[in-house]
């Protein structure tokens, strides 16, 4: 049949006419009995598609490079490779007997063999079967695998895998596992990613890759759920981490496998993993992560972090149900003492995760949240914010005058204070105004948070300067009228001006940042904002002519004097106390504009009711002290702050 259709098409192609000639149709059986034989004879090419009786030669010297070109050459395929992967498997002898034979030929020294036993075991890895992988990666197979794989001819000399496999890696059993099957786990655990990642990283295709990463991940839950049903494991963990004679070196190791215990755990279905952690910290999982902390060593430390990190991820609840109710709130201390204090290797970054973790604020936890963010507020924030009038000295101090004013223990606590820190406690501020709303205002009006921001304006790290700013902008971004008030009351938007006229016309961070800041007041129509910088600060600004953010805030701040502006805003009411005669006219024009309120305007979202409205209006000495002490506004157009309400801004402490 073969012979015909080849001679059929000779023909077509010398003799068109007679090709076309009718030699009459073949039965169906007769084609399908030809096609079969057809698909045997060509059972000897690995590239014929769809074949079943692919037999694979006798594992011999002499037919290795048969073998070689059936498993290297096969198409890319998955009928292909799944054909020729099930021809191996079917055959239970095959992989037996190539190993054997891997054994001779080390044995001989046979190199140009063991080259070719290299590209056959590269080529069954590539085949990407399950069943093959659970073969050759048991422990009966997978040293000598890792041996062929020693003999890549494309690099100049044999590795040494196994020796690093088998001397040099080490296994520390930190907590005796009794179980042999899951010894053999994490052993061959250990191994397959070697392979992956140190031998094979190069030929492996995405699938081959992901295949091997699956079959880790199953040995690692199985590892894990072993591990959590036994619970005299569990208990003499924790035991003998509560050992008073335990040796450092073994609570690292200790306190090192329940961080990858805990992050291994990622990959356990919901219900496992809440009743592992719910073991866990019954146990006293909590009270290892607290001494931890307090240890000198940062590995330790950061050990502890990752811990919290992976509960945090699982349930930040119970992170925080325990912070409020431990007694002492010791590991809550060291947490925020720990993100003041200068660290390594990322231990900073890690602690600073942690606090936006546990002060996320999502309005469906609120009210489970409320005391830990009560807690939060009232012992760490007032030393969190302190840190910045350390530090940064207000403007007009020169630096003799602030150290004969230090005394000695401010002047220890300054010189621990780095330039991570201070951007920390930025970061954590903005954090703080983007997520909360009434106790982070109160904190920040009434103790003068963002004259404290704004001091960092004159460190000579450009990269606090922006984080300042981005400060200022997260409050202004508030959309708040108490913030926009306290804002002109102060005169803080003048340090802000400041380096940006400092820096001329430089296309860096700091440029872009303010720029930013300044089209967001325009196009947010913040008017007492834009009348504040139009009528202080223009002649200045006036002078920026390679963008036009200034000209277009000038045109805004006409549209509002004139009652042009389009856009909706915040229904503004602002009045004086007669002491201040340009801050009176610039409270009338704006009233004079929002006079007459449309009442079938819908009110904003962002207003306060009438209960926090008149908090916030209540008269405080005390505020009005610390208020006095920024210098009064200096200006031809704007001659004093602005007043709230008939009165100096004053607060008192927040209530429920």
């Known amino acids: 049949y073969i012979w015909d259709q080849i001679c059929n098409v000779q023909r077509n192609i010398h003799f068109p006419s007679v090709g076309a000639i009718d030699v009459g149709p073949r039965s169906t059986n007769e084609c399908l009995e030809h096609s079969g034989t057809s698909q045997g004879a060509d059972d000897t090419h690995p590239d014929g598609a769809g074949n079943d009786s692919l037999e694979l030669p006798a594992v011999e010297l002499s037919t290795l490079p048969q073998i070689v070109k059936i498993v290297t050459e096969v198409s890319p395929s998955f009928l292909d490779r799944d054909r020729v992967a099930s021809v191996i498997f079917r055959d239970p002898s095959f992989l037996r007997k190539l190993i054997d034979l891997f054994r001779v030929c080390e044995d001989l020294e046979n190199i140009d063999n063991l080259h070719m036993l290299y590209k056959i075991v590269k080529g069954i890895i590539s085949l990407n079967d399950g069943r093959i992988f659970d073969v050759i990666f048991s422990d009966d197979y997978i040293m000598d695998i890792v041996g062929a794989l020693e003999y890549d001819p494309e690099l100049p000399s044999q590795q040494d895998h196994r020796n690093f496999l088998c001397k040099h890696v080490l296994f520390k059993e930190a907590v005796h596992i009794q179980d042999p099957g899951v010894l053999s786990k994490i052993h061959q655990t250990y191994r397959i990613g070697y392979i ?322 300044f089209d967001f007041i325009r196009i947010e129509t913040v008017k007492l904002l834009i009348v504040y910088i139009v009528e202080k600060y223009f002649e200045k600004l006036e002078k920026i002519d390679y963008v036009d953010t200034f000209q277009q805030l000038k045109l805004k701040h006409e549209q509002i004097l004139d009652g042009d502006a389009t856009a909706e805003h915040d229904n503004v009411t602002v009045t004086s106390s007669g002491k201040d005669p340009c801050s009176i006219q610039i409270h009338e024009r704006l009233n004079e504009e929002n006079a007459t309120p449309d009442p079938r305007k819908r009110k904003d979202e962002r207003a306060l009711d009438k209960d926090e409205e008149d908090y916030f209006n209540e008269d405080s000495d005390e505020e009005e002290d610390t208020a006095s002490a920024r210098p009064i506004v200096q200006s031809p157009q704007l001659a004093q702050a602005v007043a709230l309400n008939g009165s100096a801004l004053g607060f008192e402490p927040l209530r429920g």
């Open 196 to 517: 992956k990642d140190v031998i094979l990283p190069r030929v492996l295709d995405d699938q081959t890759f992901g295949t091997i990463n699956a079959m880790i991940l199953a040995n690692n839950v199985a590892v894990i759920s072993a591990l959590q049903d036994d619970t005299d494991f569990i208990k003499d963990l924790f035991a003998r981490l509560r050992s008073p004679s335990i040796l450092e070196q073994t609570r690292k190791d200790l306190v090192r496998f329940i961080q990858e215990f805990c992050t291994l755990s990622k990959s356990l279905q919901l219900t496992n993993r809440i009743h592992l952690f719910s073991s866990l910290i019954k146990e006293g999982l909590f009270d290892i992560v607290t001494e931890a902390l307090q240890s000198s060593d940062d590995n330790l430390r950061f050990l502890s972090t990752d811990i919290l990190i992976v509960v945090l991820n699982h349930d930040p609840g119970i992170v925080r149900k325990f912070l409020v109710h431990q007694q002492g709130q010791t590991l809550f201390g060291l947490l925020v003492k720990g993100m003041l204090l200068p660290g390594e290797g990322g231990l900073q970054a890690q602690l600073l995760e942690i606090m936006r973790m546990l002060l996320h604020c999502d309005s469906a936890e609120r009210v489970e949240k409320s005391p830990f963010l009560d807690m939060f507020y009232q012992k760490y924030m007032d030393e969190i914010t302190e840190i910045l009038s350390n530090v940064c000295p207000g403007k007009g101090n020169s630096d003799q005058s602030r150290e004969i004013g230090l005394n000695h223990e401010q002047l220890q606590r300054e010189s621990y204070i780095t330039p991570e820190v201070l951007g920390n406690i930025c970061e954590l501020l903005c954090f703080c105004m983007q997520n909360h709303s009434y106790r982070i205002k109160y904190h920040v009006l009434s103790n003068n948070v963002i004259e404290k921001v704004l001091r960092l304006t004159r460190r000579k790290e450009k990269y606090l300067v922006v984080a300042a700013v981005r400060f200022l902008r997260a409050c202004i971004g508030r959309k708040d009228e108490f913030y926009n008030r306290y804002i002109v009351k102060n005169d803080l938007l003048e340090p802000v001006i400041e380096v940006f006229l400092a820096s001329g016309n430089r296309y860096n961070l700091l440029n872009s940042v303010v720029l930013e800041l």
